[in-house]
Nanobody
């Protein structure tokens, strides 16, 4: 499975961006798809995750109410709509995926995901 993230860029505080992550390869095997983000010197932070059927959608506390994760299974693509962006949202955003369902408590764990995209940079100016 290969993941290709896109949609990053420069935006002013309060603005919006939509990230996309297209999966290719053995996409039929994918269940969980997620977004993480990372800034220099810090650990990768959980942003949001979504199961194939949509039954498990979870957000990180710092983005809850502002970001929305969604999927188009026909296109094998997961999206992250980011609204009301803040300078502290500046990071490289990575999409991730795994093939089998896991317990809810593990869905925020970076080590739970088998496949990773290359990252796309989001910069929010104040």
């Amino acid at each position: 499975v290969q993941l290709q993230a896109s949609g990053g860029g420069l935006v002013q505080a309060g603005g919006s961006l939509r990230l996309s992550c297209a999966a290719s390869g053995r996409t039929f095997s994918l269940d969980m798809m997620a977004w993480f983000r990372q800034t220099p010197g810090k650990e990768r932070e959980f942003v949001a995750t979504n199961s194939r059927g949509g039954g498990n959608t979870i957000y990180g506390d710092s983005v809850k109410g502002r970001f929305t994760i969604s999927r188009d299974n026909a296109k094998n693509t997961v999206y992250l709509q980011m609204n009301s962006l803040k300078p502290e949202d500046t990071a490289v955003y990575y999409c991730a995926a795994r093939t089998r369902r896991i317990v809810v408590s593990a869905m925020r764990d970076v080590n739970s995901y088998e496949y990773w995209g290359q990252g796309t940079l989001v910069t929010v100016s104040s």
